[in-house]
């Protein structure tokens, strides 16, 4: 029987996929967004995610989840804005409500162990007064709690992404996974897939440009035949002139000054390098270029820069879609972490 967890602000899944690859199973899941729920929904079998507002969730609801003690886990990323104000130092600041519903759910449900991912900033925001508050508080709760900023490229995600990860566990302290020797670059994880122009870039899907070229393409594709939400945008010949004259890996800022000076921020205008991973993927890459093509990557190369597999298919508008990809936790930074919880969990009898 594979060992249950629940999955709380779990967006399109991101985070319970790495999970389950690593042999968890995911029996409850909860988001506010609609559409990310659907998607979630859309790619199990199981239709476990609910949107629902977890302050609507009572006590009894939650104890209830757990009335066979099967829950081992509780998983999830809830946001703590309140903690942003410079001077903050009340940890009960009504925005951060997210943040002491997450608390709840754990306290009453008791798992084996939790995890936590957030920005990396929170590590010294507010002079690490949001760290030292989860260590205390779920410390109080009988979990050791370990906490360190990771980068996604080092766990096999072709991505600089940084983000900070608490895992507390009960009666010992959660040892993070060693990294990785091999990188994957931005090229190795999205040659593959065909190359567009506006005659056929909004097709609803795609084949394969070539056979798979690498590992990290193998098992991204799987089974798969067809491609979807591999979609462009559709950029103004004026935007597509500019992006053209930006080198691989080279900013606007490799250009004459006419083309940058009206731009006063450095992410203006940047082309992925295909020789390394690419910068974190956000919720929408509007200044962020295709490696070798003149526009924003499409949803499903964002996907692979996130290791969301081929088969994982990503519903609502393209905007909805670049959203729901951005928020993600990378499911392969997800399965690391999981596949060491997974090894430092108490043997069963």
């Known amino acids: 029987m594979k060992k249950k967890i629940i999955d709380l602000f779990c967006g399109c899944g991101g985070l319970s996929l790495g999970f389950e690859m690593a042999g968890f199973e995911v029996s409850y899941a909860i988001d506010m967004w609609q559409k990310a729920v659907e998607t979630y929904n859309h790619n199990h079998e199981e239709k476990v995610a609910e949107c629902v507002d977890i302050h609507s ?35 009960n600041d009504s925005r951060n409500h997210l943040y002491l ?13 939790f995890v936590i991912e957030n920005v990396s900033g929170l590590l010294t925001l507010s002079k690490g007064l949001f760290r030292d508050d989860i260590v205390t508080r779920f410390g109080e709760l009988g979990y050791e709690v370990s906490f360190k900023e990771v980068v996604a490229s080092d766990y096999g995600v072709p991505q600089n992404r ?6 507390g566990m009960k009666n010992h302290k959660y040892q993070f ?72 890996g080279g900013t606007i800022y490799d250009l004459p000054d006419e083309y940058w000076n009206v731009r006063k921020y450095r992410k203006g205008f940047e082309r992925m390098p295909s020789f390394k991973p690419c910068h974190t993927v956000d919720t929408g890459h509007r200044n962020y270029f295709h490696y070798s093509e003149n526009r924003i990557p499409t ?16 519903l609502g508008t393209k905007t909805d879609q670049y959203k729901e990809i951005g928020n993600a936790v990378p499911p392969m930074l997800a ?4 596949i060491a919880i997974m090894e430092q969990l108490p043997k069963e009898d």
């Open 57 to 91: 969730l009572t006590d009894e609801q939650i104890s209830a989840l757990n009335q066979n003690n099967e829950i081992v886990g509780v998983i999830g990323g809830p946001p703590c804005q309140g903690f942003s104000k410079v001077g903050t130092r009340d940890v």
């Open 101 to 113: 519903e997450y608390y709840r759910v754990v306290k009453l449900v008791r798992p084996e162990f």
């Open 162 to 167: 940084h983000r900070v990860f608490f895992v």
């Open 177 to 248: 996974p060693n990294k990785l020797e091999k990188v994957i670059t931005s090229k190795e994880a999205i040659s593959d897939l065909m190359p567009l122009t506006v005659d056929d870039g909004m097709d609803d899907e795609h084949g394969y440009a070539t056979d798979p070229q690498n590992d990290y393409q193998k098992k991204m594709r799987g089974k798969q035949t067809v491609v979807k939400n591999h979609q462009i945008t559709v950029h103004t010949q004026q935007t597509i002139d500019i992006i053209s004259m930006v080198p691989d």
């Open 299 to 314: 949803a499903r190369e964002n996907a692979r820069l996130q290791s969301f597999p081929d088969w994982y298919e990503f």
């Open 335 to 338: 399965y690391h972490i999981a």
